[in-house]
């Protein structure tokens, strides 16, 4: 559904949810690291197409720079409903001082995980506002069971790119054949090679696109070009 400005979305929509996300935990040092599913638990890891590794990650979320063993894992833990809305995230990092640890990076105070928690400006229900309705307020988006809406640009009849906003709303992805609710990136899998997009590449709903590597879910690269539409249309 091209309802969202997106050029040429080309990083792993796991990190879309950035939205949701606070700021990294300080490492000093800390190397730039890749994506990939994975985590500290005594298992060696192999890359991915991400640039990560895979691997067994621990049962609870590790504190930011505890130590971990395996450069490149990134693990996921927690989140609201089966789209696993407002996760922990944490990475296995090298330093330059040769130090390795993780870096956590908790949800966003701001972060939406369930209906109880949108914004009084939030419709009643996910079928409230028709997609193409105007904004109840300019930059809203709100979470329901169903899925997610919220206020995208659009072209208006003055012309300029992206300068109104209407309201679009779009069920969760149910990839076909695979888990739900969607496992967290770093979770054990059983079919290898298996891929499950949680996100709508063009749509209000974003979310990690996952591979089955190695016996875990690992996020992979997901690309898209989406062209913003004319209002009402």
């Given at each position: 559904?091209?309802?969202?400005?997106?050029?040429?979305?080309?990083?792993?929509?796991?990190?879309?949810?950035?939205?949701?996300?606070?700021?990294?935990?300080?490492?000093?040092?800390?190397?730039?690291?890749?994506?990939?599913?994975?985590?500290?638990?005594?298992?060696?890891?192999?890359?991915?197409?991400?640039?990560g590794s895979t691997g067994a990650c621990?049962?609870?979320?590790?504190?930011?720079?505890?130590?971990?063993?395996?450069?490149?894992?990134?693990?996921?833990?927690?989140?609201?409903?089966?789209?696993?809305?407002?996760?922990?995230?944490?990475?296995?990092?090298?330093?330059?001082?040769?130090?390795?640890?993780?870096?956590?990076?908790?949800?966003?105070?701001?972060?939406?995980?369930?209906?109880?928690?949108?914004?009084?400006?939030?419709?009643?229900?996910?079928?409230?506002?028709?997609?193409?309705?105007?904004?109840?307020?300019?930059?809203?988006?709100?979470?329901?069971?169903?899925?997610?809406?919220?206020?995208?640009?659009?072209?208006?009849?003055?012309?300029?790119?992206?300068?109104?906003?209407?309201?679009?709303?779009?069920?969760?992805?149910?990839?076909?054949?695979?888990?739900?609710?969607?496992?967290?990136?770093?979770?054990?899998?059983?079919?290898?090679?298996?891929?499950?997009?949680?996100?709508?590449?063009?749509?209000?709903?974003?979310?990690?696109?996952?591979?089955?590597?190695?016996?875990?879910?690992?996020?992979?690269?997901?690309?898209?070009?989406?062209?913003?539409?004319?209002?009402?249309?």
């Amino acid at each position: 559904m091209n309802r969202i400005l997106a050029a040429s979305l080309a990083a792993p929509l796991f990190f879309v949810l950035a939205a949701c996300s606070g700021a990294s935990a300080t490492f000093t040092g800390a190397d730039d690291g890749g994506g990939g599913g994975g985590g500290d638990g005594g298992t060696d890891g192999s890359p991915n197409p991400d640039g990560g590794s895979t691997g067994a990650c621990p049962a609870n979320a590790p504190t930011a720079g505890q130590a971990c063993t395996t450069p490149g894992l990134n693990c996921e833990f927690g989140g609201s409903g089966n789209h696993r809305l407002c996760t922990t995230t944490a990475i296995c990092l090298k330093g330059s001082s040769g130090v390795t640890a993780w870096i956590v990076t908790p949800p966003s105070p701001s972060c939406i995980g369930t209906p109880d928690q949108n914004p009084n400006a939030c419709p009643a229900s996910f079928t409230t506002l028709p997609t193409g309705s105007a904004c109840p307020k300019q930059g809203l988006s709100c979470v329901y069971d169903q899925g997610m809406c919220g206020c995208i640009p659009c072209i208006g009849d003055s012309g300029g790119v992206g300068s109104q906003q209407e309201w679009a709303c779009d069920p969760y992805p149910t990839p076909s054949g695979c888990p739900e609710p969607r496992p967290l990136i770093g979770s054990a899998c059983t079919q290898e090679g298996q891929s499950c997009n949680y996100g709508e590449l063009c749509g209000v709903v974003s979310g990690p696109s996952l591979g089955c590597q190695n016996g875990h879910w690992a996020s992979q690269p997901t690309a898209a070009s989406c062209a913003i539409h004319q209002c009402g249309k």
